[in-house]
């Protein structure tokens, strides 16, 4: 067996093994809706609202499920039968230019695997959440927001992708450090300004009016010495019921988001209650560490795209004797699967972890945060029928929060 003949194996075996163990791992979560439910479940819903969650998560499962199979049978039949290699004699055929190749190759992949996307995601928001009551949006907007997203990651993927194709043309030896640089500057610029730019083309964002909200918002940061340069009101009504707030940037650039929905089902304490443990995320330094944490992955990643990528076998296992930078990479991150899920299994613990001291952080500095941060996880739960039952390997590998029971009950200690 040639040494390409093994990278195909390892590949197409990494796709099956993610494949099996990811359907697994769904059907246990799903199975374990029959496990008896804890007295405060009882709290959180009533018998019809329980057994709609529970309808709900079935609904999602199944499109799981056929999701899956669609892709992975897709993209066992694109390296099996040489999709990805006919693409890039396609477009070789037509230009000389390495980089533009380049381009093009991941710019077609982009639209295409969009496109793909689109079934999916229609049916889930226009059957799935309809059907629970959850969808606001209209078709006019699903199209708006899958243009503009295509022409969003087009607009800033390729030429970020460029860039770095170029410095491996250029820089052969000291690319996965230049590389890495590159990256993680740009992804330091997206922490602090990504949501100021982006969320606005998608949302309407106007400060939170004067009020009650507002003044006990702004006097509970002033009292953390947290200095808050936006405090925003999102029209989040127009796409979904469901509650959210969000915290970005970092320094003296940090702005607070209020979903309208949240806003209309909580209390001002419970607001102020969520918010409070959003500042705990970044009194503790959880936003720090989590960013740094995710430097130090690509960091990995670029080192060992430095030592193999060269290798002409990657694009060979696609099934090109043309080696290129967009073929090596790609057959570099079916091969890293493994890696990237003990990744994400090591990122997902230590996001649960924090949670629990954010959450304390809020009881710790908002006078009557453990009830109001109770009655508000409630309400969030029952806003979106969120599933009181997880399977504890599905929460490992998909949580980023800890199960809502388990929360509430470390709030009751
Ligand atoms: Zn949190």
Not at 87 to 114: A, H, P, Q, Y
Request: proline content about 4%; aromatic content about 12%; overall charge neutral.
């Amino acid at each position: 067996m040639t040494t390409a003949e093994l990278l195909l194996l390892g590949i197409v075996t990494f796709i099956l093994i993610d494949f099996a163990a990811g359907r697994v791992i769904d059907y246990l979560n799903e199975s374990n809706k029959d496990k008896p439910l804890s007295p405060v479940a009882a709290e959180i819903y009533n018998p019809d609202e329980y057994a709609k969650s529970l309808e709900y998560g079935t609904a999602k499962y199944k499109v799981e499920m056929l999701t899956s199979v669609i892709s992975t049978v897709v993209m066992l039949s694109a390296i099996v039968l040489g999709w990805f290699a006919w693409l890039d004699e396609v477009i070789r055929d037509r230009f000389s230019n390495e980089l533009l190749i380049t381009v093009i190759f991941i710019g077609v992949l982009i639209i295409v695997s969009m496109l793909g996307s689109l079934p999916v995601g229609y049916y889930s928001t226009f059957v799935i959440e309809e059907k629970f009551g959850f969808n606001k949006t209209t078709k006019k907007l699903f199209v708006a927001d899958a243009i503009k997203g295509l022409v969003l990651s087009l607009a800033v993927g390729l030429p970020l992708l460029a860039l770095i194709a170029l410095v491996y043309q250029e820089l052969q030896s000291s690319f996965w450090l230049v590389g890495w640089l590159l990256v993680s500057a740009f992804s330091l610029f997206m922490f602090v300004f990504g949501t100021r730019i982006f969320l606005p083309m998608f949302n309407k964002l106007k400060p939170l009016p004067e009020g009650e909200l507002r003044s006990a918002v702004e006097e509970y940061c002033k009292s953390q010495g947290f200095p808050l340069s936006k405090l925003w009101e999102m029209d989040a009504s127009k796409r979904s019921t469901k509650l959210n707030a969000f915290f970005s940037g970092m320094g003296k650039v940090k702005i607070i988001g209020l979903y309208d929905t949240l806003i209309a089902k909580l209390t001002t304490q419970e607001t102020v209650a969520v918010l409070a443990h959003e500042v705990g995320h970044y009194k503790r330094k959880h936003v720090y560490t989590m960013f740094a944490f995710s430097n130090v992955q690509t960091l990995v990643i670029f080192g060992l795209m430095g030592w193999l990528l060269s290798n002409p076998n990657l694009s060979k296992a696609l099934g090109s004797d043309t080696p290129s930078f967009h073929l090596s990479i790609l057959a570099f991150f079916m091969l890293f699967t493994p890696v990237s899920t003990v990744l994400g299994l090591i990122n997902n613990s230590f996001s649960r972890h924090n949670e629990y001291q954010a959450d304390q952080y809020s009881i710790d500095t908002y006078p009557g945060a453990r009830e109001h941060m109770y009655s508000a996880l409630k309400k969030l739960s029952v806003e979106s029928l969120s599933n009181l039952n997880p399977h504890p390997v599905y929460v490992a590998v998909h949580y980023s929060h800890p199960p809502i029971l388990d929360r509430l009950a470390n709030l009751k200690k």
